[in-house]
């Protein structure tokens, strides 16, 4: 894995179009013969979320080619490189794949950056920030992403999760350009982040940890959430030995691959 996380980001966004594959092959065992491109398509309408369709289905379509990736490493690519520079990156394309998988990447990567930033400070001050201890609910055999039966947990509320240090930051900024309809009635739509160039401490932190979002726990990972207190969302994070999956493939973790797949946040603690 190169020291930067970049094949980790490219893995993760093609599940999303490898999932188009695992559904015709779901679909051949149950029936015996190979599906048509109505069964694949209704039976990704059914089970997934709206964002991931387009992707999955193309997906399934364009397996064997040489570039099958080549839009999630265009989209790595830019991001990464205005991190590590400094640096304005610009895609500029006619592909609805390619904006929502630049989308999806600025989603995870900003979840990935909160998480490596309330690791450093678990980790330079943990009396400060006590976790609790708290069993994995796996009754009737619930799958979750955690190693054991116990995960450290801790909640605080999105303004103290948007005060995590770094308290200065150097912007960086990173933009997708679609266009489309006609030449005489064009359209464009533009998505863009402005991240931050301490993210790169994130990125080689990713290469050099199997992926993970912290280097400081032993084999341990941190991830984050949401959970409800009273009437407003707090910030939650879980502190445990993360499960890595093979998901046709390629192998990501568990969380990120559910966040990948449905647009939801990594994980939900529904009471405390």
């Not at 190169?2 to 092959?25: D, H």
């Not at 909640?155 to 900024?173: E, M, T």
């Not at 998505?191 to 080689?204: I, K």
């Not at 959970?227 to 910030?235: E, L, Q």
Request: aromatic content about 10%.
């Amino acid at each position: 894995m190169l020291p930067y996380g970049y094949e980790y980001y490219v893995n993760l966004l093609s599940v999303r179009k490898r999932t188009g594959i695992r559904v015709a092959n779901q679909l051949r065992m149950e029936a015996g013969r190979d599906p048509g491109e109505i069964d694949v398509r209704n039976r990704l309408g059914r089970e997934y979320h709206p964002r991931l369709v387009p992707i999955a289905f193309k997906g399934w379509k364009d397996q064997g080619k040489r570039n099958y990736m080549a839009d999630e490493e265009l989209v790595v690519s830019a991001v990464i490189t205005a991190i590590m520079t400094g640096g304005t990156t610009t895609i500029l394309t006619w592909d609805t794949d390619i904006f929502e998988q630049f989308i999806k990447l600025g989603e995870m990567l900003t979840a990935h950056y909160m998480c490596y930033r309330f690791g450093m400070v678990r980790h330079i001050n943990p009396d400060g920030v006590p976790m609790k201890t708290m069993p994995i609910d796996t009754a009737g055999g619930t799958e979750h992403g955690f190693v054991g039966t116990t995960v450290d947990t801790i909640a605080i509320s999105k303004r103290d999760a948007d005060r995590l240090p770094p308290h200065k930051y150097i912007p960086v900024h990173c933009f997708c350009v679609l266009v489309g309809n006609t030449c005489d009635e064009p359209k464009v739509s533009i998505a863009a982040y402005c991240l931050e160039q301490e993210m790169a401490g994130l990125l080689f932190t990713k290469g050099q940890t199997n992926a993970k979002n912290t280097s400081y726990f032993l084999g341990k990972n941190i991830v984050g959430g949401t959970m409800m207190r009273g009437k407003t969302f707090a910030v939650a994070f879980a502190l445990g030995e993360e499960k890595m999956v093979e998901y046709e493939g390629v192998t990501v973790s568990w969380f990120d691959l559910h966040h990948a797949l449905k647009g939801d946040p990594p994980f939900v603690i529904n009471a405390w």
